[in-house]
């Protein structure tokens, strides 16, 4: 039997994550899987106090525990705050992995795990926000924000709160069975199997950087989404050569204004599929682009879908 503990942190904690990661073990158990499943405390006490939602932990992580697979939920507030909290958990996760145990973190719970020094030089993802501070804090981690899921040497990591769930049905199908898993997601609706979480990125994610000017260049930028922006020009209005705009605008965005312009039509092309019903076509004239097959294909690349799947998925308007 596999042991799973859902391990709480100090700080503050989203409830969604451990009433979803609860409600799926519970599901999995009433499937006749044969499986473990605990809430474990890193807290002072077993009670642990979630915002609206109170509960009382099955086990403390002081206390002798052997997991198989340990979770760990989204953190939430000040990251720096929680890192400084639970040094006493980053320690224990560091030597439950020398015993063996595989650990999993659920959207930013990847602070935690990258804390260990596990994920260095390894594979991983969270929510797609919070990567740039991720990179920052953990450079030696190759930080995928594309990815729902990532796998490497029993390590899991895993996208945004609701998508991380995919995680969860991910270690079910990939250590009991696969066909009940996937029945466990149908039921309680977990758009399984995903592999990219694309189309959830906002350029606005790319703006947490001290730099005024390239700030200024990029709310510019923002405000002409669908006009044609001559690089050379835009230099000059901001008093800058094109050598000086593209290094420092990339160290600031870690994107080239070229590219950074490319991102912004396309997140201007997905607020019209999300809430019109206009052609795709159409949209793609009124964004300033006359090869539609060349901005088909910048879209599918960046969004990791085609203009016509997002607008099926995400435009409740659409009709097929």
């Not at 932990?57 to 507030?77: R, Y």
């Not at 990125?201 to 405000?223: A, C, M, P, R, T």
Request: glycine share 4%; aromatic share 10%; net charge positive.
């Amino acid at each position: 039997m596999m042991r799973f503990v859902l391990v709480i942190p100090s700080g503050e904690n989203s409830p969604l994550a451990i009433t979803g990661v609860s409600t799926i073990f519970n599901l999995a158990k009433r499937h006749g899987l044969s499986l473990h499943f605990q809430i474990v405390s890193a807290q002072d006490s077993k009670t642990i106090d979630c915002g609206y939602l109170n509960l009382t932990a099955d086990a403390h992580i002081d206390e002798d525990l052997n997991p198989d697979i340990i979770i760990l939920p989204s953190v939430v507030g000040d990251p720096e705050a929680s890192l400084a909290l639970n040094a006493h958990l980053v320690s224990w996760l560091d030597a439950m992995r020398k015993r063996r145990s595989k650990i999993a973190s659920l959207c930013t719970g990847a602070y935690l795990l990258a804390k260990t020094g596990l994920l260095d030089g390894m594979e991983a993802s969270s929510h797609c926000q919070a990567i740039p501070d991720l990179q920052k804090r953990f450079p030696r981690v190759n930080w995928l924000p594309e990815k729902i899921i990532t796998d490497t040497k029993g390590l899991y990591t895993s996208g945004g709160t609701l998508s991380s769930f995919n995680l969860i049905v991910y270690l079910l199908a990939k250590y009991f069975d696969r066909q009940t898993a996937h029945q466990i997601a149908r039921f309680i609706q977990i758009d399984y199997p995903r592999s990219s979480q694309k189309p959830f990125f906002i350029v606005s994610n790319q703006k947490n950087h001290g730099d005024e000017l390239i700030l200024n260049i990029q709310n510019y930028l923002e405000e002409h989404a669908a006009s044609f922006v001559n690089l050379d020009t835009l230099s000059w209005d901001f008093g800058l050569s094109r050598r000086s705009l593209n290094r420092r605008f990339k160290a600031a965005t870690g994107d080239t204004p070229r590219t950074y312009i490319q991102r912004i039509k396309v997140e201007q092309v997905k607020q019209w599929l999300e809430s019109e019903n206009s052609s795709i076509s159409e949209v793609i004239q009124r964004i300033g682009y006359s090869d539609e097959k060349a901005f088909r294909a910048l879209f599918k690349k960046m969004s990791g879908c085609t203009p016509s799947e997002y607008q099926k998925k995400f435009n409740q308007l659409y009709t097929a």
